[in-house]
């Protein structure tokens, strides 16, 4: 049966199974299991047996061509990308990275496999001994993911952004994502509104910030970087025995930008107890000791090359990225869920909220985490 034929059968293992043969995995499948974590791309683990009962395991994944429209972009910007960290790992060793991701190819040659009607698929190799987690737990975790994507950054400072396509144009556009927001409420076309009016009136009251660091960028104040721009702790591999970082992934939204994009989400990612779409709002509020965390951990790795500009803006977009994505959850609700995958009803909305009950956090604590910055990057000088 062909390939593009099986993905339309209900049968998981036999479609992943296939493309096991179409990517020339070596050995016998044994089994796969979907990963769930994510709210965009479609993942597979898959197990292989050895002739020597050895087990490999390996990751299947879809691009999600809803989200990126161009997907052949996105692979462009994935394999440039791992090809110039193993280079600068090899050559230069400035990395704590302990391992890093490898596509492998398809037949024919290319670095994924597009089938008729079921996308673009594309092949890694699978970190043993590894985990992620969705909260940082200790300021360990913090400071190691801090560190590795700060480490990340500088693998790829020696790289020309303009070698790298905006697969999702105007992603980290606080602007675009502000003006959409409220012409979607204008609109209110699922009659959700009413639900929501007072988040809604929480951003329109901080649309102030919302335009401070495009201003930067557009001024050349600040320099524009290849930066990850999904810098959530559960897209770093963490060592189970050790709890090092072992690898950053999920590359698809690699583009140029600045380095304040990766640290702001850091900050919304591993600063709070609480999960993203926690309904208890209680439990959301900014620790500052896991911000120390991670501006130790970032520091570590950045100190050679960032400026004093980007140092000055740091705190601040903590609170931009997260007042960002709190705007982009309550676009998707206001749009009726067509973004973000849901698993219950107003699920974008609890996504909403504990954003912006996160920024609340952030502004009542600003001055202790500027302090903060200043004390770590006087190091520097």
């Keep these: 049966m062909p390939l593009s034929n099986v993905f339309q059968t209900s ?118 001994n590894t985990y992620t987690c969705d909260v940082a737990e200790t300021p360990r975790q913090a400071f190691q993911a801090a560190q590795a994507f700060g480490a990340f950054q500088q693998l790829l400072c020696d790289m020309n952004p303009a070698d790298i396509h905006e697969t999702i144009p105007n992603f980290h556009h606080t602007r675009r994502r502000y003006d959409r927001l409220m012409a979607v409420a204008l609109t209110d076309k699922h009659n959700r509104l009413k639900n929501c009016q007072e988040e809604l009136d929480f951003i329109r009251q901080r649309e102030h910030y919302v335009d401070t660091v495009l201003n930067l960028l557009a001024k050349s104040i600040i320099p524009t970087r290849i930066v990850h721009n999904d810098t959530k702790i559960n897209n770093v591999m963490l060592d189970k025995d050790t709890d090092q970082a072992v690898c950053v992934i999920d590359l698809d939204t690699v583009m140029p930008g600045t380095l304040l994009y990766d640290f702001g989400d850091m900050v919304r990612t591993m600063t709070s107890p609480a999960e993203e779409d926690d309904e208890d709002l209680s439990k959301t509020y900014m620790r500052l000791p896991m911000f120390e965390a991670v501006t130790r951990g970032f520091y570590d790795s950045v100190k050679d090359f960032i400026t004093p500009t980007e140092i000055e803006y740091l705190s601040f977009s903590g609170l931009l990225i997260t007042l960002e994505t709190g705007i982009r959850f309550l676009t998707d609700y206001l749009e009726g869920d067509v973004y973000f995958k849901t698993h219950r009803p107003e699920h974008n909305l609890h996504r909403a909220r504990t954003q912006l009950k996160l920024v609340a956090s952030m502004e009542e604590q600003m001055q202790q985490m500027q302090e903060c910055v200043e004390k770590t990057f006087a190091q520097k000088d």
């Design 11 to 128: 049968c998981i293992q036999e479609q992943v199974s296939m493309l096991g043969d179409a990517f020339a995995i070596a050995g016998e499948f044994v089994e796969c299991d979907t990963i769930n974590s994510g709210h965009i791309n479609t993942t597979f683990c898959a197990s292989y047996r050895r002739d020597d009962g050895q087990i490999d395991r390996y990751i299947f994944q879809r691009v999600n061509d809803a989200v990126f429209p161009c997907p052949r972009d996105v692979m462009h910007n994935v394999e440039k990308v791992c090809n110039h960290i193993q280079w600068k790992m090899l050559r230069v060793l400035k990395s704590p990275f302990r391992q890093t991701l490898t596509l492998y190819a398809a037949k024919g040659g290319r670095k994924y496999l597009e089938l008729q009607g079921s996308g673009f698929w594309r092949c890694y190799n699978f970190l043993e």
